[in-house]
């Protein structure tokens, strides 16, 4: 089993929320920092948030910041991504990682998340 698998992408209208989950297997999920990032065909990779290992210290990219929260829940080994307000450039594959920021050694395959009206 692959160590991280997105799941929760879809279509949704601008304005619309989207709750994207990972489900970590393979190593100590609650001893590691964990990573939201987000890549468009073309584009750079883009950071879009990380979180401390006790999930008590967040942080956001300026994009991001007020529409989407983080979160962890350690028992399941999952990560969260609440995704609110969200904007047509919000759409591209999320992945989660584990790392701080792009200082990640683990990536999963991505979940897509579609802003269309």
């Known amino acids: 089993q692959a160590p991280l698998v997105e799941s929760g992408g879809g279509v949704v209208q601008p304005g619309g929320s989207l709750r994207l989950s990972c489900a970590a297997s393979g190593f100590t999920f609650s001893e590691n920092v964990m990573t939201w990032v987000r890549q468009v065909p073309g584009k750079a990779l883009e950071w879009v948030s990380s979180i401390s290992s006790d999930g008590r210290i967040p942080a956001y990219a300026d994009s991001v910041k007020g529409r989407f929260t983080i979160s962890r829940d350690n028992a399941k080994n999952t990560l969260y991504l609440q995704m609110n307000s969200l904007k047509f450039d919000d759409t591209a594959v999320y992945h989660c990682?584990?790392?701080?920021?792009?200082?990640?050694?683990?990536r999963g395959q991505g979940t897509q998340v579609t802003v269309s009206s």
């Open positions: 990682a584990r790392g701080y920021k792009l200082a990640y050694d683990v």
